[in-house]
């Protein structure tokens, strides 16, 4: 049996959506209700897998666009405050 990726840590959860655009300088779907759930994934990797397979499906539709969310963030946003805070600041160039 496999453990799964809460047990060597915190659990991640990556999201893969997308959606035909109204207008290519923002993100505006052209119809919420027809959104493509691709899935969820534990690692930033599957998500990308799964993203990069979606936007070669539809390269030829310029207004199609794929994202990925990381849900893991929204879920627990004081981690991600901690981590922030953890982070050393960006020198200036």
Known sequence: MTKSPA??????????????LSDLKSVDFKDLSKLDVVGFYPSYAAAHQAWLGKARETIDN????????????????????KTAKKAPARKKA
């Open 7 to 20: 047990a060597h840590g915190k659990q991640l959860v990556h999201m893969v959506f997308g959606g035909e």
């Open 62 to 81: 310029a207004q199609m666009r794929y994202f990925i969310v990381h849900l893991h963030r929204l879920l627990d946003p004081a981690a991600e405050a």
